[in-house]
């Protein structure tokens, strides 16, 4: 059995998930406590949790991470589109 190691984060804030209109996903990070080990089978998609320090509405800064799904399509996009007018100028 292939296995992959996953990261649980916290579920997103539920005040700046309704103010984004639920586009923010903001969750914390529980460190390595979070860590399981699952069937590489069971992957339905790859997200990147990126770094922020959102400013709640209670004035709390926290070390929290933001949902982005399909990390690095558009940098494909943009490179194949690179590759074509590169291609065509010869």
């Not at 992959?4 to 997103?12: D, G, I, W």
């Not at 990126?50 to 926290?62: C, T």
Request: aromatic letters at 6%; one cysteine or more; hydrophobic letters at 40%.
């Amino acid at each position: 059995i292939t296995v992959a190691m996953v990261s649980v984060y916290s579920r997103p804030d539920p005040e700046l998930l309704q103010k984004s209109m639920q586009t923010i996903w903001s969750c914390k990070y529980h460190d390595s406590e979070a860590l399981q080990l699952i069937s590489a089978k069971s992957i339905q998609s790859v997200v990147a949790m990126i770094p922020h320090r959102p400013k709640l509405q209670s004035g709390v800064v926290e070390n929290r991470f933001f949902l982005l799904e399909k990390p690095g399509l558009g940098l494909v996009t943009v490179d194949e589109e690179i590759e074509d007018e590169a291609d065509g100028d010869e």
